[in-house]
């Protein structure tokens, strides 16, 4: 089954404990990117990936590294995550260019994450 | 100008009723609208998508319509069903760029 899957799906952590949330897809999709949900705010992109080696920042980058080693994975990393990194967050693939070349985004399951 | 207004925040419909959600833009670059669905405690989906060379596209009992000349985009879902009940968010993009713009979300929902 073609999808996106994320680990942890919920995770409470404490302030400055280092977590990594994985991202995997097994679409062969070169675009990969995180966006974190907030009520009210909607949907804001923390970084992207157009391919292996190749990341970017979106528009809420402030906290968050990432890393693409392998065309399949794209890990978020918060090296010392704050109480306002508190949200639920989504990892997306798409295929070829992703938006800059009109192509749909498939969103993984979401995980919620609460820092104390 | 990255900014992706939309409206209503929420929306609650009579079963076969039809909820319109609004969106507009300033960036006149941008070129891609889609629409994503999400129920609760899923990710999104695309639902439908359109570019300003059409006024309008329809997929089903959903509809986009586009008004190029006002940077405004708006979904119309026909005879609504409970089923519908979800958040509804639109985006915006431009080609060659590899960022996409969301908009704040519409939680809907259809009243049996």
């Keep these: ?116 | 100008q990255q900014q992706v207004k939309q409206s209503p925040q929420s929306l609650i419909v009579q079963k076969g009723g039809i909820p319109i959600i609004n969106c507009a833009y300033e960036n006149t670059a941008f070129d891609y609208f889609p629409w994503y669905q999400q129920f609760p405690g899923k990710g999104p989906a695309l639902l439908i998508a359109i570019r300003p060379d059409v006024s309008e596209k329809k997929e089903g009992r959903f509809t986009i319509s586009f008004n190029k000349s006002a940077k405004q985009f708006s979904l119309h879902i026909m005879d609504s069903q409970p089923g519908d009940s979800a958040t509804y968010f639109c985006a915006a993009s431009k080609h060659r760029d590899d960022k996409i713009i969301f908009g704040k979300g519409t939680r809907l929902h259809i009243l049996p």
């Design chain 1, 1 to 116: 089954e073609a999808q996106v899957t994320q680990n942890p799906r919920y995770l409470i952590t404490v302030t400055g404990k280092k977590l990594t949330v994985t991202c995997s897809q097994n679409m062969n999709h070169e675009y990969m990117s995180w966006y974190r949900q907030d009520p009210g705010l909607g949907l804001r992109q923390i970084y992207y990936s157009m391919n292996v080696e190749v990341t970017d920042k979106g528009d809420v980058p402030e906290g968050y590294k990432v890393s693409r080693k392998e065309k399949r994975n794209f890990p978020l990393i918060l090296e010392s995550p704050s109480p306002n990194q508190t949200s639920l967050y989504f990892c997306a693939s798409s295929p070829g260019g992703g938006p800059s070349t009109y192509n749909e985004q498939f969103f993984g399951p979401g995980t919620r994450l609460t820092v104390l």
